[in-house]
């Protein structure tokens, strides 16, 4: 959308605020700040963004959430850092944290971020005349940051490429199979943090979003198709060595080569990706867990280099090959039928599907060792 | 020998027994309002008279619901540079 200018993304809608539970407590409990009638006086002391600490703020009437949320992969970006710590080693630490600091920490989220305002990563505003959103609006919030790939491909902006059923048939939204506790960092066993908000925030920091207990899951609504009991062969078949995605997702996007630098005309950080294009392949399952039992996984390729950071030094991933560089993904493009779904040798026998060895360059084909397809599955002869 | 006796105890039966009978109530006229006419409130005493108040404006309110105070206040706007960045991030 486009950006909102600087009164607008301050404007209260007091009708609609003032009657709700927030608005019935004075802006200074939040905010700080004083009682003035100039700007200057009642700013002194802001709190601009008070869910910033969200055990002091939020924390007095979510006190469950609040003691998760620094766990989230929403609040640590941890994703990043796992990543980052498997390829390089931690004499590089210190620069590829001037890096994350400059280039990946404003995607950081707070929970205002998504219940008040728009995240601060794409220019910030009020929602909703401040009213707290409890199921924050997906195009403004959630897509506003996952955009280029999830959102895009979820909400069918590629051309040729249709969105995802689960949205076109349904207009489903994020929050529909992301719950709050999967956004929130909180796992699904209540337990584990309902007994007190202490013990909750010991709990581990999730260290990937494939971390753990598969979550959100097909098989939740979809239950009939693991059973067998929707009278579809393929999924009796490959119920349990393929995931959904595999047969369900269409073209999904793949970059190359992203770089980042600062500017030195302005100061401003930027990057640079080298391509972005259209894939759907099928890699080998490089998280293969008793949650992840499937063998075969659709894999896109994700922007990383050897020299992605070289601006803050050279040779800050060693040990690149350490991570693939075709990862296993969870397109949001799902339809019922795809070229997959037409027939068994639409796969069988097809190696167009697959992430074969021809596909990967030959300085990645080291990373992608545990993903790449050496021996397509047989070809099933017609009856 | 004509006794008293008797007599004294008739009528003492007879003075009970009037001392017992149901008193009659004549009927009184009570006084009715004429419809139409006004009833004066009345002020009923209380324990203590609530001191006026007046509520003190809500500066943080009255500022950021006027769309024209906050055009007006606004910080200037910096000039927008253009991203730098190149391809989908």
Redesign the interface.
């Known amino acids: 959308m486009a950006p909102l200018e600087p009164w607008e993304k301050v404007l209260v809608n007091f009708d609609k605020f003032g009657g709700t539970v927030h608005g019935q407590m004075q802006c200074t409990v939040c905010h700080g700040g004083v009682q003035a009638s100039d700007k200057e006086t009642a700013h002194s002391g802001l709190i601009a963004r008070p869910s910033e600490d969200p055990i002091t703020g939020c924390g007095k009437c979510h006190p469950d959430t609040t003691a998760v949320y620094p766990n989230s992969l929403h609040a640590t970006q941890q994703g990043y850092w796992t990543a980052l710590a498997a390829r390089s080693v931690p004499e590089n630490y210190p620069k590829l944290e001037v890096m994350f600091d400059n280039h990946c920490a404003r995607c950081h989220t707070t929970c205002g971020d998504c219940h008040v305002s728009q995240p601060a990563s794409v220019g910030g505003g009020l929602l909703n005349g401040h009213v707290f959103e409890e199921t924050p609006p997906m195009t403004r919030t959630c897509t506003a940051c996952h955009g280029s790939r999830v959102g895009d491909e979820y909400l069918g902006k590629h051309e040729d490429i249709p969105g995802d059923v689960h949205f076109r048939e349904e207009r489903m939204n994020c929050a529909d199979c992301h719950t709050s506790h999967e956004l929130h960092g909180q796992p699904e066993n209540c337990d584990a943090c309902h007994k007190e908000p202490e013990a909750a925030n010991a709990l581990p920091a999730a260290e990937h979003r494939y971390a753990g207990v598969q979550f959100p899951r097909c098989e939740t609504c979809h239950a009939s198709a693991t059973t067998g009991q929707d009278g579809i062969e393929q999924h009796q078949v490959h119920g349990a060595d393929l995931s959904c995605q595999v047969c369900h997702s269409v073209t999904y996007t793949s970059c190359d080569g992203c770089h980042v630098a600062i500017s030195e005309t302005t100061g401003n950080p930027y990057f640079e990706t080298q391509a972005t294009y259209a894939t759907c392949l099928m890699g080998r399952n490089p998280l293969k867990t008793y949650q992840r039992p499937y063998d075969f996984v659709p894999v896109r390729h994700v922007p990383i280099s050897p020299t992605s950071y070289q601006y803050y030094g050279d040779d800050l991933l060693p040990n690149f090959d350490a991570l693939p560089t075709w990862m296993y993904a969870t397109p949001h493009n799902i339809q019922r039928t795809t070229p997959q779904t037409e027939s068994c040798n639409a796969c069988h026998g097809n190696p167009a599907l697959f992430l074969t060895p021809d596909k990967v360059t030959s300085g990645e084909l080291e990373a992608n060792l545990k993903v790449i397809v050496e021996e397509i599955p047989e070809l099933i002869p017609e009856p | 020998m004509i006794t008293r006796k008797p007599l004294l105890l008739i009528g003492l039966v007879l003075l009970i027994l009037a001392s017992c009978a149901k008193a009659e109530i004549s009927p009184q006229i009570l006084p009715l309002a004429a419809v139409g006419e006004s009833i004066e409130p009345v002020d009923l005493p209380t324990e203590s008279t609530p001191a006026t108040t007046t509520s003190?404006p809500?500066?943080?309110?009255t500022?950021?619901?006027d769309?024209q105070m906050?055009?007006d206040?606004?910080?200037p706007?910096e000039p927008v540079?253009e991203?730098?960045?190149?391809?989908?991030?």
Not at chain 2, 58 to 61: A, E, I, L, P
Not at chain 2, 83 to 89: A, W
């Open positions: 003190d809500d500066y943080c309110v500022c950021h619901t769309q906050l055009i206040t606004a910080t706007k540079v991203s730098e960045s190149k391809g989908v991030g």
